[in-house]
């Protein structure tokens, strides 16, 4: 696994050893940030159930201004941590005090914690149908900028819809486990 674009392209990121962690593939992360464009240069982004915030780290490479990595796993937030230092490095940024890194749960969230222009949203996929609608409007929704997009992964042959909001594209394959990334924004009146 590795950055796919910007200043960092090519750095290897690390990831705990086991099941700890399910990466974002690099194809499906160079389809999303493909689609992005230039709207990843200045943002501000949250990388939410961020692991080993390959989402995050790949909006930094390609110029995003700051953020925040959620992540509940200490193990895997020491990763993450090393992860966001080597890319930072690579960026030439000398300090990384525009990216915070939050251990705790996503659940934790409110507005206080935003706006952000870009939310990844990398879940378990078991916890996707029963908990994403709460998880969404209660914690995702408050930290999203009024025209801000949320990148959501999610098996290929799941469909979601919150109240609110519209999917205006949809990325990756179809099927069942098969990773793809549904790309929300407000609905408008």
């Known amino acids: ?22 990466p974002a593939t690099d194809q499906i992360r160079e389809a999303v940030f493909s689609y992005l464009g230039p709207r990843v240069e200045g943002a501000h982004i949250a990388d939410c159930f961020a692991g080993t915030g390959a989402y995050g780290l790949e909006a930094l490479s390609r110029g995003a201004s700051g953020g925040l990595f959620v992540e509940n796993s200490s193990e895997v937030v020491t990763c993450l941590r090393k992860n966001l230092a080597a890319v930072a490095k690579s960026c030439g940024l000398e300090t990384t005090e525009n990216w915070q890194v939050l251990a705790q749960k996503v659940y934790a969230l409110n507005a206080t914690h935003g706006p952000f222009d ?52 949809r990325l990756g394959k179809s099927g069942k486990d098969k990773p793809s990334v549904a790309v929300y924004q407000r609905r408008r009146a």
């Open 1 to 22: 696994m590795r950055i796919t674009g910007g200043k960092a392209r090519g750095i290897q990121l690390a990831a705990p050893k086991g099941r700890a962690t399910r």
């Open 118 to 169: 870009l939310v990844f949203i990398d879940p378990p996929y078991a916890m996707i149908e029963s908990k994403m609608q709460t998880i969404l409007s209660e914690n995702i929704a408050p930290i999203t900028a009024p025209d801000g997009c949320i990148c959501l992964e999610l098996p290929g042959n799941l469909d979601l819809e919150f109240p609110g909001w519209e999917c205006i594209r």
